[in-house]
C-alpha cells in the first residue's frame, strides 16, 4: 500500500465505528418490523412525494378501498380462496361445511359494517369528485389548488380509515378461519406435494449421493477452468470425498446446534427462521469447504492452483444450491392458497434485507457488498420514494428538519458508499479471516493491499 495513501489508526478506529453504527441502525430498523406483527409500509408509501409517487402508492393494494367497500367483490374473493383450500388440501365434507359457514359469517359481518353507514356513501361521491378534479391541468400547475387537492385526499383518507381497517380485519379474519380449519396431515402432505417426495431419511441419503455425484463432475470442471490436469479417477474421488465429507459434516454440526437453539426459544417452527437457517448453512459450508478444501486440494494437486480450483468447484457448488433452495422455495409458498401482493413481498424483503444488512455490517462480513446494498436500499426505497424538493405534496413534517436534495437518508447512503470503498470490513471485522483464508490463497499471497 502506497504511503501516500495510508490513514492514521484514529481514522481506521472512526470508520469501523461508522460502519458499525450504521449497520446497528439497519438491524434494529430490521428487527423491529420482524418482531412487530402490525408493522406495514402502508403509512409510508401513501405519504410518497416527488416523481415517482404514484408508482409507490400503487404499490399498496385497493389503494382506493374499492373491493372492501364492496360486498359482492370480497365475497367473490373469498369464495375463489375457500375454493382453493378445498382443492388444494383436499377438505374433507365437515372442513367444506365449517369453510361455507364462515365465509357466510364474514360476508355478514361485512354487510353489516358497510350497510347504513354514512361514511361509505360520502366517501366514495367525495372520492368520484376528488379523482375527476384531479386529472384536470389546473390543478397540477397551480401550487395553491395541489395543496388544497392534497389536504381533501387527507380528509377522506382520515374519515374512511375506521371503516378500511375493520374491513380488512375482516378479509385477514377470513384466511384465518381457514388455516385453522387445516390439520397437520394436510399441511405436511402439501409440502410433500410441492417438494416432489416427502422428506425423509431414505430421501436425504439420495439427495446427499446425488450431491456427491454433482460434486464430483464440478471438481473435474473447475480443474478444467484452471487449467489443471486432474489427479486419477480413485485420486480425484478421495479428494471430492473427503472436502465434501468435513466441511458438511462441520456446517451439520452447526447447524444442529443453531436448531437446538431456536428450539428451545419456540421458533424453529417457523417458515422463515427455517430459510435463514438453510441460507445461512449453505453459505458457511461454502466457506468451509473453500478453506478446507483448498488445503485439502493443494497437498494433492502439485501445482498452486489447488485453492483456485476449491474456489471454483465452491462457488459452482453454491449457486447450484441457491438455485435449488430458491425453486423449492418458491414452489412452497406458490402452493400455499394465500396470494402475495406487491405490498407484502416489499415488506418482507424490507424486513430480512435490513437485518442481514445490518449483521454483515456489524460483523465486518462481505461488508462492501453489505453496504453497497445498504445505500441501494436507501435510495430505492426511501431517497426516491420522499424526494427532498419543494413543490411536491405532502410536505415534509417539521421534524424532518429543512433540506433540499441532501437530507439524512442521502448522507447515510454516501456514507456507506465511501466504506464500500474501503477495506474497513478487514479492520477488525471478519472480512480479515475471509481475506487471508479465502481471498488470497485463491488470488496469490501477492496482492496483500487494502
Not at 374473493?77 to 378445498?86: A, G, P, T, Y
Not at 355478514?108 to 366514495?124: C, F, I, N, R, T
Not at 463432475?217 to 486432474?230: D, E, G, H, K, T
Not at 456489524?362 to 431517497?383: E, K, P, W, Y
Request: hydrophobic fraction near 50%; include cysteine; glycine fraction near 8%.
Amino acid at each position: 500500500m502506497s504511503g501516500r495513501f495510508r490513514i492514521s489508526i484514529f481514522a481506521v478506529a472512526a470508520l469501523v465505528l461508522l460502519r458499525i453504527a450504521i449497520g446497528w441502525h439497519f438491524f434494529y430498523e430490521g428487527s423491529w418490523k420482524y418482531h412487530h406483527a402490525s408493522f406495514t409500509a402502508e403509512p409510508f408509501l401513501k405519504q410518497s412525494r416527488g416523481p415517482f409517487a404514484s408508482w409507490y402508492r400503487n404499490l399498496i393494494p385497493d389503494y382506493y378501498g374499492y373491493e372492501r367497500l364492496n360486498v359482492e367483490r370480497m365475497t367473490a374473493r373469498w369464495s375463489e380462496l375457500k375454493n382453493d383450500f378445498v382443492a388444494r388440501y383436499n377438505f374433507s365434507d365437515a372442513q367444506k361445511q365449517a369453510a361455507d359457514a364462515a365465509l357466510e359469517r364474514r360476508k355478514k359481518q361485512l354487510s353489516e359494517l358497510l350497510s347504513g353507514d354514512e361514511a361509505v356513501s360520502k366517501y366514495l361521491n367525495g372520492l368520484k369528485e376528488w379523482r375527476e378534479k384531479d386529472t384536470l391541468a389546473v390543478t397540477q400547475e397551480i401550487p395553491y389548488q395541489r395543496q388544497r387537492q392534497w389536504d381533501k385526499w387527507q380528509e377522506l383518507q382520515r374519515e374512511i380509515a375506521p371503516v378500511l381497517s375493520e374491513a380488512s380485519k375482516i378479509d385477514e379474519g377470513f384466511e384465518d378461519d381457514l388455516n385453522h380449519l387445516l390439520t397437520q396431515q394436510q399441511k405436511e402432505g402439501l409440502v410433500a406435494s410441492a417438494l416432489g417426495f416427502r422428506p425423509s431419511g431414505v430421501a436425504w441419503g439420495v439427495a446427499a449421493a446425488a450431491w456427491l455425484v454433482v460434486s464430483f463432475v464440478l471438481f473435474y470442471l473447475a480443474c478444467w477452468v484452471n487449467r489443471q490436469s486432474p489427479p486419477g479417477f480413485g485420486k480425484s474421488l478421495g479428494l471430492v470425498l473427503g472436502a465434501n465429507a468435513v466441511s458438511l459434516a462441520i456446517t451439520a454440526g452447526l447447524a444442529g446446534l443453531a436448531a437446538a437453539v431456536f428450539s428451545r426459544a419456540n421458533t424453529l417452527d417457523q417458515w422463515d427462521v427455517r430459510s435463514a437457517l438453510a441460507l445461512l448453512a449453505l453459505v458457511v459450508n461454502f466457506g468451509l469447504f473453500v478453506c478446507l478444501g483448498g488445503r485439502l486440494y493443494e497437498r494433492k494437486i502439485p501445482t498452486e492452483r489447488g485453492p483456485r480450483i476449491a474456489f471454483t468447484q465452491g462457488g459452482l457448488q453454491l449457486i447450484l444450491a441457491l438455485v435449488a433452495f430458491a425453486a423449492l422455495w418458491f414452489k412452497l409458498v406458490g402452493a400455499h392458497p394465500h396470494s402475495w401482493t406487491r405490498l407484502e413481498v416489499l415488506e418482507a424483503l424490507t424486513t430480512y434485507g435490513l437485518m442481514t444488512i445490518g449483521l454483515c455490517l456489524m460483523l465486518g462480513l462481505f461488508t462492501r457488498l453489505a453496504a453497497l446494498a445498504g445505500a441501494g436500499f436507501l435510495l430505492s426505497a426511501v431517497i426516491l420514494a420522499q424526494v427532498a424538493w419543494p413543490g411536491y405534496f405532502p410536505q415534509l413534517p417539521p421534524s424532518a428538519g429543512h433540506s433540499l436534495i441532501i437530507n439524512k437518508e442521502v448522507i447515510e447512503m454516501l456514507a456507506l458508499i465511501a466504506l464500500a470503498g474501503t477495506a474497513v470490513g478487514r479492520w477488525g471485522g471478519l472480512d480479515f479471516l475471509v481475506h487471508h483464508l479465502v481471498t488470497l490463497p485463491v488470488v496469490g499471497k501477492g496482492r496483500d493491499h487494502a
